[in-house]
């Protein structure tokens, strides 16, 4: 095991419990009875196989999609159809996509400063500083004026990061931040997201990185079909898992 998964830099604060919670897509029962606590610091990976509901699941943390039964609570708030509630809620979570979903119209310093400015009200000098301290932090400042479109996938997604990181998120939610880049790029974002975890944030990732998962998770979420099958810490989930199905699943993918 290694030195990031002992499980003491996690604290008794519960960031986000979801109690019971189904989702339907009209008549498509797509989660079943989901039931997950994440404590502050602690790095979730979720993993499964293409459909079972892991984007739907982490979209329903920041009320992308809505749940229609049992409760989200994201630091002690309920998401319900309260709409201070839900705004609450998505300036704590940032979350990070697979296809980066940068805006392409605006440079890589204005993706990072527009819902500073706009929805926190920050002074413009204060979020370009901000937003320059965590381009820095990315390795990414050199390209602040560039437009979106003129970098590769991974300066993309690490600018994504970065625009999420300028609203101070408490939690991050990455949906496969790697899995539409090419190979040599995904160290870079792999890097930036094993950073974070060493500084504590609270962190549930969807990824098929195992090695990432490995060193860096608390805890591995298995879903099938709308459902968690299994969840364990990394070693234990990798060496003995425990169904059928998420044997055939890593065999599949390891
Ligand atoms: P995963 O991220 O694990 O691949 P998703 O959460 O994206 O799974 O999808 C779970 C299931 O829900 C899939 O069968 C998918 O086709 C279906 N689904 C996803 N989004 C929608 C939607 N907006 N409307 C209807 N069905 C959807
Ligand atoms: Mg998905």
Request: glycine share 6%.
């Amino acid at each position: 095991m290694s030195e990031m998964n002992q499980a003491n830099h996690l604290s008794d604060e519960v960031m986000i419990n979801i109690i019971g919670m189904h989702k339907w897509y009209g008549a498509f029962h797509v989660l079943k009875d989901i039931n997950l606590t994440v404590h502050r610091g602690e790095r979730i990976v979720v993993c499964g196989p293409s459909g079972s509901g892991k984007s739907t699941m982490i979209r329903c943390i920041n009320h992308l999609e809505v749940h229609q039964q049992g409760k989200i609570i994201v630091e002690g708030t309920e998401l319900n159809e309260d709409i201070k509630n839900i705004e609450q809620i998505r300036r704590e979570v940032g979350m990070v996509f697979q296809h980066f979903n940068l805006f392409p119209h605006l440079t890589v310093l204005d993706n990072c400063t527009l819902a500073p400015i706009w929805v926190n009200k920050k002074p413009r000098k204060e979020a370009e500083e901000i937003a320059m301290a965590y381009l820095e932090r990315v390795q990414i400042a050199n390209q602040a004026k560039k437009f979106p479109g003129q970098l590769s996938g991974g300066q993309q997604q690490r600018v994504a990061i970065a625009r999420s990181l300028c609203m101070s998120p408490k939690i991050m939610l990455f949906d496969e931040p790697t899995s539409a880049l090419d190979p040599e790029m995904i160290k870079e974002v792999l890097d930036v997201m094993i950073g974070l975890a060493e500084e504590g944030m609270t962190m549930v990732c969807v990824t098929h990185e195992m090695g990432f998962a490995r060193k860096v998770a608390d805890r591995v979420i298995f879903m099938d079909a709308g459902q968690i099958v299994e969840q364990n810490a990394p070693h234990e989930f990798f060496e003995n898992p425990m169904h059928e199905r998420t044997k055939l699943f890593l065999s599949q993918i390891l």
